[in-house]
């Protein structure tokens, strides 16, 4: 079983849409839990920490739930900026160094 | 805004042939990683290195592979003999903590192995 699996989509919505995204991770050990976003072609950036009380960021929301051994993330108000693909990283390791990402969610937020 | 940079940002390489990848770390940073991301698949963490050792590795981080912090500034990645599977984008990372979950990649360099 992957470590992190997420459905890789495509995500096609129209602007101002809300769309959703959800990991699953398999080691219930992890530690910490993140959303990147990574674009075409391009390095991954940190969008959010998830935290097991849900945190907000603007038009973002993440949520962890532990039992179920998943995360999300909410988008609001889609905007033609927020296609990319979204990556779901769980922290596992002992030292807290390795860092697994999932496949990513690809995201098209269509005029 | 300090960031993380590389070098080269695309190599083209003869197979079998040994590959160095260079990153410059954001200067306050400890820990460092290098990951790679084979075109169209997910990001693969490879390698981390704190206080000038490898602190942990994945099994993909074989003895073909080697880090090396050769000064204060400078992280690499050497790839002793390189094989076709190894054309990857390689993402070189930094971060000032540990379990920050905060990582800063560089642009990454594409490697092409013919």
């Known amino acids: ?111 | 805004e300090p960031e993380v940079t590389q070098t080269p940002s695309h190599q083209v390489t003869q197979m079998g042939q040994e590959v160095i990848l260079r990153c410059v770390p954001i200067s306050n940073h400890l820990y460092f990683y290098w990951y790679r991301q084979i075109l169209g698949q997910k990001v693969e963490f490879l390698v981390s290195f704190y206080n000038n050792e490898i602190s942990e590795k994945s099994e993909i981080f074989d003895d073909q592979f080697s880090v090396e912090r050769p000064d204060g500034s400078n992280f690499t990645l050497k790839i002793r003999s390189t094989k076709l599977e190894d054309s990857a984008m390689y993402f070189c990372a930094s971060s000032e903590w540990i379990y920050t979950g905060e990582l800063f990649f560089g642009e990454g360099s594409r490697l092409t192995v013919l």
């Open chain 1, 1 to 111: 079983r992957k470590e992190v699996e997420q459905d890789p989509g495509p995500f096609n919505v129209p602007e101002g849409a809300t769309v959703a995204f959800n990991c699953t991770y398999s080691n219930s050990a992890s530690q910490s839990f993140f959303w990147y976003r990574q674009d075409c072609r391009k390095e991954p950036k940190l969008l959010m920490s998830v935290y097991s009380s849900g945190n907000e960021d603007g038009r973002f929301t993440a949520q962890l739930n532990r039992a179920s051994q998943y995360i999300s993330l909410l988008i609001r108000d889609s905007k033609l900026s927020d296609s990319a693909t979204y990556l779901c990283v769980v922290i596992r390791g002992a030292t807290g160094n390795q860092f697994y990402f999932g496949t990513g969610t690809s995201l098209t937020v269509i005029p």
